[in-house]
């Protein structure tokens, strides 16, 4: 019998709220634990985990593997799914391919997409996400209007509702981020006919979220986001920022993702990109702001960051696909005390699995550095001073304060959200590894397919490998690219 048609033999055991688990090693705040209880309350949150249960209760459900939380992928632009692999050759007559002429091609596919498309383009990515191991994902939206520029008659928001409805299909968590995105440039020039669809000002970026928050559906949350400095301007900026006073989700932002961008900022405002952001007395940056790449910064500005207790998100595949340059890994993770808070994103979407991302987080600075265990460092048990233990760590609390504001509860601790991902021990990489080397293999001997299960608060979204809506879901994705590409 074939994995998915297995998966589908167990499809009403697998919508079930499950009682209690018990799996012979999980990842606690602590390291790898064994023999752990995780007990699923009614609210699909972790009502108790016990270490050391050594004979569970006869009722529990025995997990055949490794356990891992759920990560967040703490930055997505969901339609940029559609364009993965067709950016891949160097533009006609141009002798230069960079992250600006990558825009044009990606504006181009941006101008076609209808909210069915954007469903049909969400629900597929966001089973491939939760098959590589995020079971959250922030999407930083600013596709909102129709291709005129005009809002959407029945609703402003059909795009936002189009990646919530892909989320409840799918069960994935979403945090949806509606754009203050005003400008073409730090010149003040207007935005350009292909980005006219994109714009939304300060006080609609605020009654967006409003709204989005107001319709509680089930595991979708709101946040802001401002596309970057490039986009808003100063007041509108501060504008957003007022309106986010008391306010206690997330507030994301792209900044010195390119050399291009600090350059016209520093001519454009006095200042490099964060050293704006965290010397503007209008902003404010604080534990709520989530610094997306940051890839250009200087010893100072990661200092900065650090005493704001901001976070930054790293999206490790997609800077490597866009030439976007190599992040200060060791300087994020070693600023003030205790680091840097961390997420990890799928950005662009050329990758869809968080080992991907770590892996190449670490092999980028391996390059640079030319040495070995770069990230390595820290305290506490050996697999949370290695370099994929010390990330992934830092990715888990960095991923909820990205997905839902600071302060709050994720993993395998009381309170969080009942998500996992069971690692398949049959999984070749894992064959005769010790327990403490469980995650260095999962990151470092490339699996090809580590997640047998995942669940997402209390219920199994992913069973033997195969998401129960998955053929659907790809038919129709399919069917998508293809309208995308018609000439
Ligand atoms: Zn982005």
């Known amino acids: 019998m074939s994995r998915v048609a297995r998966a589908r ?19 606690l705040p602590t390291g790898w634990g064994e023999h752990v209880l995780l007990q699923v309350g009614r609210d699909g949150r972790w009502e108790r985990i016990d270490v050391g249960v050594h004979a569970p209760p006869a009722d529990a459900q025995r997990l055949d593997g490794p356990v891992l939380p759920g990560l967040v992928d703490a930055h997505s632009h969901a339609f940029q799914r559609a364009f993965a692999g067709l950016a891949e050759r160097r533009a006609e007559r141009a002798g230069h391919d960079d992250f600006w002429s990558w825009r044009e091609r ?11 498309a954007l469903r049909a383009i969400a629900s597929q990515l966001d089973v491939e996400l939760l098959k590589g191991g995020y079971t959250h994902v922030c999407e930083f939206h600013y596709l909102q209007r129709q ?18 409805d892909a989320a409840a299909e799918t069960r994935i968590g979403l945090t949806v981020l509606p754009v203050l995105y005003e400008r073409a440039g730090f010149d003040g020039a207007p935005l350009a006919p292909r980005q006219r669809r994109f714009a939304l000002d300060a006080d609609g970026t605020w009654a967006a979220c409003g709204r989005i928050a107001a319709a509680k559906r089930s595991h979708v949350h709101a946040g802001v986001a401002i596309h970057s400095l490039r986009a808003a301007a100063p007041d509108s900026v501060e504008r957003l920022a007022r309106h986010a006073e008391g306010y206690g989700g997330p507030i994301h932002v792209h900044v010195a993702e390119q050399m291009r961008e600090v350059e016209e900022c520093v001519a454009a405002l006095g200042a490099r990109p964060v050293e704006w952001l965290a010397s503007r007395p209008g902003v404010a940056l604080d534990g709520r702001w989530q610094l997306v790449h940051a890839t250009h910064v200087t010893g100072a500005e990661v200092d900065a960051v650090a005493a704001a207790r901001a976070g930054v998100v790293l999206c490790a595949t997609t800077e490597a696909n866009l030439g976007d340059g190599l992040t200060d890994l060791r300087a994020w993770l070693d600023a003030g005390e205790g680091g840097v808070a961390l997420s990890i994103g799928s950005d662009s979407h050329v990758s869809r699995s968080w080992t991907e991302e770590l892996r190449l987080l670490e092999y980028g600075q391996r390059l640079a550095h030319r040495a070995r265990n770069v990230a390595a460092g820290g305290a506490g048990a050996s697999e949370l001073q290695a370099p994929a233990g010390r990330i992934w760590q830092r990715a888990l609390a960095g991923g909820a304060g990205a997905a839902f504001g600071p302060g709050a509860r994720w993993g395998l601790v009381a309170g969080a959200r009942a998500d996992l991902l069971v690692a398949d021990s049959r999984e070749p990489a894992l064959l005769g590894v010790p327990p403490d080397r469980t995650l260095d293999a999962l990151v470092f001997s490339t699996p090809s397919a580590p997640w047998r299960d995942v669940m997402v608060a209390g219920r199994w979204v992913v069973r033997d490998g195969a998401h129960e809506e998955e053929d659907a879901i790809a038919a129709r994705f399919e069917a998508a690219m293809r309208a995308l590409q018609a000439p």
């Open 9 to 27: 033999g167990r499809r009403t055991a697998a919508s079930a709220l499950d009682g209690t688990l018990w799996a012979p090693l999980a990842w």
């Open 106 to 116: 990606m504006y181009a596919v941006a101008a076609r997409i209808e909210p069915d």
């Open 147 to 164: 291709a005129d520029g005009q809002p959407y008659a029945d609703d402003p928001l059909a795009l936002a509702w189009a990646l919530a």
